[in-house]
Every structure is written in structure tokens, then in C-alpha cells.
């Protein structure tokens, strides 16, 4: 699961744009600052999606809409979607690179208390790229909507949630948006980054700052 990420700046986008089409690579770090707001489903942010023979950026809204649920699906199990069902049209046709600076995911049944209100809430950890300043989750869309695609989680993952994005290496991005897509249903997992999000401090925003808070 995906509930909420960091985005990229759209210069940031365009890097990823370039390092997918093998014109440049990650460069320096202070280039990849945070931005300071957070994508949420139903918020707004830019993907990369092929556009004829090239990468362009687009921006779209994160969730599809559907008739028999209320508020938005925002991540597709990669395994249901190669199945066929509402999926198919968008795997076969419409994938896309989402990428992002970390994202973060809800413990199971780790709690802790809010230092906003004292509630008894779960405690949310941070996945980041420890070889590069972004990840690169994979992704599909169908009009002005995209969803994040999700798979089963390795072992950093497991402990504390039952599915985490399919995250990509640049090789595998392309691998991604090409015909062999499938092949990336079991692809060898990146080590990311973890970290509880209450232990990271960014500028004067206290920790969990922002946040949308998960009671236990």
C-alpha cells in the first residue's frame, strides 16, 4: 500500500525524465531538496508518462473514481491488474513512472502518541532510496487519474505492512513502460532507507508534522 509520498519538483521531474533516457544521471544531492508539501490521494502531482517515441512530464490527480466506492482507489495490486478485471486497459496501455523523494506506510501495530493531540495513534515509517536521491514507483493512469502500483513486501516491508509500491531501479522503469512489463511482478527488491517518520526532522517542522493521523 501508498497512502501518502513527497513529491518532485518538476525540475526534479525532468532530471527523471533525462536519467530514464539515459542523457544524465543523479548528479549532485543538494540538487534533490524535499518538497515541503506532501501528495495525498485525491491531491494533484506530475508523473512521467511515453508521449509517442519520448518522456514527458503530466500532471494528474492520484486515485481512479468508481462508482460503488466512496473516495478514490489509489494503488493496484500489480497481481490483480495482470489478471485483466478494471485494471487491463491501463496495464496494457497506460503505465507511468511515479516519482518521489520517500513514501511512508502505517506500522501494523505500532503506536505511539501524537504530539498534536495525545491520541494513541500508529506509528508511521519513511522509505527512501539509500543509492539515490528519489524512487521511482511504478504507476498506470486512465484520463486525469493515475494509481500506484503495489506488490507483495520483502523483508524490510513485511514487519510492517502487508504491501508496499513496486519500486524501480532506472533500468527497470524502462523495462516498466516498455512490453515486458510483467516481468516486473517478482523483480529483485531495492534495500530502501527505513526510518520511523517521528525521528525525522526537516527544518523547524516538528515530526509528524502534516500528517494524516491513523488511530490505533
Known amino acids: 500500500m501508498c497512502g501518502r509520498y513527497i513529491p518532485l519538483t518538476l525540475r526534479q521531474i525532468m532530471r527523471v525524465i533525462d536519467i530514464l533516457a539515459g542523457e544524465a544521471d543523479w548528479g549532485r544531492e543538494d540538487e534533490w531538496t524535499r518538497e ?3 501528495v495525498y490521494p485525491g491531491d494533484d502531482s506530475q508523473l512521467v508518462i511515453p508521449f509517442e517515441e519520448r518522456l514527458e512530464p503530466a500532471e494528474m490527480r492520484w486515485g481512479y473514481e468508481v462508482g460503488w466506492r466512496k473516495g ?3 494503488n493496484t495490486r500489480i497481481e490483480s491488474a495482470l489478471k ?6 491501463s496495464i496494457e ?7 518521489c523523494r520517500a513514501f ?7 503506536t505511539l502518541r501524537s504530539p498534536r ?5 500508529k506509528r508511521h515509517y519513511e522509505f527512501s532510496n539509500p543509492e539515490a536521491p528519489a524512487l521511482l514507483m511504478a504507476g498506470i493512469w486512465e484520463n486525469d487519474r493515475y494509481s500506484v502500483v503495489t506488490c507483495a513486501p520483502d523483508e524490510q516491508m513485511a514487519p510492517i ?3 508496499m509500491p513496486l519500486v524501480l531501479t532506472p533500468e527497470e522503469a524502462r523495462t516498466w513502460l ?5 516481468e516486473l511482478a517478482d523483480h529483485p527488491r531495492e534495500r530502501l532507507v527505513v526510518q520511523p517518520e517521528d525521528t525525522v526532522r526537516r527544518g523547524d517542522a516538528p515530526p509528524l508534522a502534516g500528517i494524516q493521523e491513523t488511530l490505533f
Open 36 to 38: 515541503a508539501r506532501q
Open 72 to 74: 478514490p482507489i489509489f
Open 84 to 89: 485483466g478485471g478494471m485494471w487491463r486497459d
Open 93 to 99: 496501455h497506460r503505465r507511468c513512472i511515479v516519482p
Open 104 to 110: 511512508f506506510e502505517p506500522h501494523r501495530s505500532e
Open 117 to 121: 493531540t495525545g491520541r494513541e495513534i
Open 161 to 163: 505492512h502487508d504491501r
Open 178 to 182: 516498455g512490453p515486458r512489463y510483467a
